[in-house]
């Protein structure tokens, strides 16, 4: 069955302290790997798509990569406002899998 | 706006009770799905429409649920006989294609609570 596992299930970062957050994925064949913000009380919300081994994307303090068997979104230089909880999801059919989230707090 | 609209945001029910949840999606995306997310995880997939087809249905869609998306539009999320463990937030979201970039826009959900 495809799986999601995301770690650490809750980080807590100062202002300007850049840090990793890692997805690992069992997938029988990747159909992309997704990432999503998602703030309390709120839907989640579109960051990326990577699809092959090697990619990698950004937006503003956001960079997604994409290895084999995981993929790390890396955060540089975070502000309070990147506080939120980040999920990842794979696709095995028509809609997304997603991992339980980590969540993220930036104190200033 | 236009984004993905669903009503009511939160309800009260008494276990036992029916409830019913509408979502209306972005007027061009015929691309419609139903998740359940429970405090702590991430959204759980219940369904998904194409169109006014249901194609996909996830088995922790239990009996008691159904869902509808007559003419293709907005669609309704039907919820029989409440049990406690049915309180969560439900939510829709839609999409324009599939194979794409997979973003689904989510609404802002429904948070049932079953007493």
Not at chain 1, 53 to 61: F, L, P
Not at chain 1, 62 to 85: G, Q, R, V
Not at chain 2, 3 to 20: A, C, E, L, M, W
Request: one cysteine or more; proline letters at 5%; charged letters at 25%.
């Amino acid at each position: 069955e495809d799986q999601v596992t995301q770690s650490p299930e809750a980080l807590r970062l100062q202002e300007g302290e850049s840090s990793s957050l890692n997805c690992s994925y069992t997938v029988s064949g990747l159909r992309g790997l997704f990432w999503y913000r998602q703030d309390p009380g709120k839907g989640p919300e579109f960051l990326f798509t990577l699809y092959s081994a090697g990619e990698e994307k950004e937006k503003e303090r956001l960079k997604a990569t994409l290895t084999k068997k995981e993929s790390f979104l890396h955060i540089t230089a975070p502000k309070p406002e990147d506080s939120a909880t980040y999920l990842c999801a794979v696709r095995p059919g028509y809609a997304l899998n997603f991992g339980k989230g980590t969540s993220l707090l930036v104190t200033p | 706006d236009t984004g993905v609209s669903q009503d009511p945001r939160h309800k009260i029910t008494k276990r036992g009770q029916n409830v019913t949840f509408r979502c209306d999606p972005i007027s061009e995306h015929n691309r419609l799905y139903w998740y359940r997310q429970t405090l702590g995880q991430g959204p759980e997939f219940l369904t998904y429409f194409q169109n006014e087809a249901q194609l996909e249905k996830s088995r922790l869609l239990s009996d008691r649920f159904s869902a509808e998306r007559p003419k293709g539009s907005f669609s309704t999320l039907e919820i029989q006989r409440t049990e406690q463990g049915d309180s969560a937030m439900y939510l829709c979201a839609s999409s324009p294609r599939t194979g794409g970039g997979g973003e689904l826009f989510f609404g802002e959900g429904s948070r049932l609570t079953v007493l």
